[in-house]
């Protein structure tokens, strides 16, 4: 009879990461989850592809690689950026998202370091389809999106090219407020914290009118953001390099905006008054 062999140690997966390892990471460290919004070919995967290419060469400016549960998952993304074609680019630098699992989203890890000051931050990234966001907004559909409100800020990813044609512009500002008012409504009432992802910075430059009518659209409907202008791959790489924008979203993202609420508020004592005895009750 054979002896069972010895098992040797399994190494981790490096695939996306579930909700249930997302929470497991959780539990061991505080983690920066991201929300990622986003229409089909908007630019959500380039984003993610362009900002591992930079880590992994050093060139993310003001961060360092520190470690990633998620390699495996990164390389596949940015496979499509690694091809090329008797030395022309692709005409799609990466896939377009498909999940597996229809339920649930799988998350990119990544954890840096902030060069400034030395501090470690674990983000967790999101890569979903552009599907899940026109069912949010044509139709509230949001279980899939849950994880969102524990997010510390939420990207959404618009394709520059759109916002420069001046036929499609209105259409995606309108989208941008109904997508904002959706959130709203799924956050419970609680602002989410915006972050406007507009792409294709080296084709088009995000002109001051546009950026005031998506600022307009978004109070209209109970919502403020943070605009930034990104190029994850670039046409014109002497003027605009590629992954320009990327390293201020990542100090956008890490950086909080807690805006916490008074934990005793202070009362003006009035004479005679029996303020110990009468220590809120009336709260």
Not at 70 to 85: P, Q, Y
Not at 157 to 182: M, N
Request: hydrophobic content about 40%; charged content about 25%.
């Amino acid at each position: 009879m054979l002896d069972e062999p010895i098992r040797g140690s399994v190494l981790p997966s490096s695939r996306t990461l579930g909700l249930s390892a997302l929470n497991a990471l959780m539990g061991n460290r505080y983690v920066n989850v991201v929300g990622i919004l986003g229409d089909p070919e908007s630019g959500k995967t380039a984003c993610l592809a362009s900002l591992y290419l930079l880590v992994s060469h050093a060139k993310l400016e003001g961060w360092s690689f520190a470690d990633s549960k998620s390699l495996s998952a990164f390389e596949e993304i940015a496979r499509g950026a690694r091809d090329w074609n008797d030395g022309t680019a692709p005409e799609q630098m990466t896939v377009h998202t498909e999940l597996a699992d229809d339920h649930g989203p799988g998350f990119l890890h990544l954890k840096l370091v902030r060069t400034s000051d030395g501090r470690r931050v674990d983000l967790a990234l999101p890569d979903v389809p552009g599907e899940w966001t026109q069912a949010l907004v044509s139709t509230g559909r949001s279980d899939r999106l849950d994880f969102m409100k524990s997010a510390e800020a939420i990207w959404v990813v618009l394709d520059g090219r759109s916002l420069a044609d001046i036929e499609k512009r209105h259409g995606v500002i309108t989208r941008v407020g109904q997508l904002a008012q959706r959130l709203n409504t799924m956050m419970g009432g609680r602002e989410p914290r915006l972050l406007v992802v507009v792409t294709h910075r080296d084709l088009h430059v995000l002109d001051d009118t546009v950026i005031n009518r998506l600022q307009s659209e978004l109070s209209r409907r109970g919502a403020s953001a943070e605009i930034i202008g990104v190029a994850p791959f670039s046409d014109h790489p002497d003027d605009i390099p590629a992954g320009f924008g990327l390293a201020d979203l990542i100090d956008r993202t890490a950086t909080a905006r807690n805006q916490r609420s008074v934990f005793w508020r202070s009362t003006d004592s009035a004479d005679g008054d029996r303020a110990y005895l009468r220590y809120r009750r009336d709260q």
